[in-house]
């Protein structure tokens, strides 16, 4: 079992509210992810960072930001959520950048109504 | 056994049969890949990973076979079990080894 939690695991929320969606790692891992996931469809890469201190955007367009103040805490922020929204979550950790596994949590499924 | 000679989003086999689940990757300055198996309601999980300087890979019960020619990953699947039923997904790390890019998944439906 991977040391990387999310919570929470599912959340229905309102057209226009604000959510955050936790992510933490117990590894000491430098690399961190976000994923999108429609069902039964590829993830999608929506954001990453390096470090603390450092994040940037993935190569599907995302109206979410993400902040990396704790090497081991990469929260997903949605300032005002859309039915667009809906879709699966899910956060990794990797000990370096793209050629080494990356260990995923268990996803936040998301459904905005 | 079962194989799917190109991508197919679904893969049928009979308990103890053999799989064989294919993925064609597209960047070929990718040198890193790697099989993910997901449940449902859950996470990837790893299965086996393969570097570009091998041509095979064994793990128990699981193979994967890179072929850069062709740009084509396989993973086999030896006598496989009801609860090898999942999607996989395979996925390699591209040109800027930024982040492992996912291909399409293959759900793996084992009966018994």
């Known amino acids: 079992e991977a040391d990387i939690y999310q919570t929470p695991r599912y959340l229905v929320i309102g057209t226009g509210k604000k959510i955050t969606l936790e992510c933490s790692q117990t590894?000491?891992?430098?690399?961190m992810y976000w994923y999108q996931q429609d069902p039964g469809m590829e993830l999608h890469l929506i954001h990453y960072?390096?470090?603390?201190?450092?994040?940037e955007k993935g190569d599907l367009s995302s109206e979410s930001t993400v902040s990396r103040i704790r090497t081991e805490h990469f929260p997903l922020t949605l300032e005002s959520a859309r039915p667009s929204h809906t879709s699966q979550y899910l956060c990794?950790?990797?000990?370096?950048?793209?050629?080494?596994?990356?260990?995923f949590g268990q996803g936040t499924r998301l459904t905005v109504v | 056994g079962e194989s799917v000679g190109l991508h197919l989003p679904t893969l049928s086999v009979q308990e103890g049969d053999n799989s064989i689940i294919n993925c064609a990757y597209s960047?070929?300055?990718?040198?890193?890949f790697i099989w993910y198996k997901q449940e449902s309601g859950k996470g990837p999980q790893f299965i086996i990973d393969?570097?570009?300087?091998?041509d095979k890979r064994q793990g128990q019960r699981v193979t994967v076979l890179l072929n850069k020619t062709v740009k084509h990953l396989s993973l086999q699947i030896a006598a496989t079990q009801p609860g090898d039923s999942a999607v996989y997904f395979c996925?390699?790390?591209?040109?800027?080894?930024?982040?492992?890019?996912f291909g399409k998944g293959t759900t793996l439906s084992v009966s018994s």
């Open positions: 393969i570097r570009s300087n091998m």
């Open positions: 996925a390699e790390n591209g040109q800027a080894g930024t982040a492992l890019i």
């Open positions: 960047n070929s300055a990718s040198d890193y």
């Open positions: 990794a950790s990797s000990e370096f950048t793209g050629g080494t596994e990356a260990f």
């Open positions: 960072s390096y470090g603390v201190n450092s994040t």
């Open positions: 590894m000491g891992h430098d690399k």
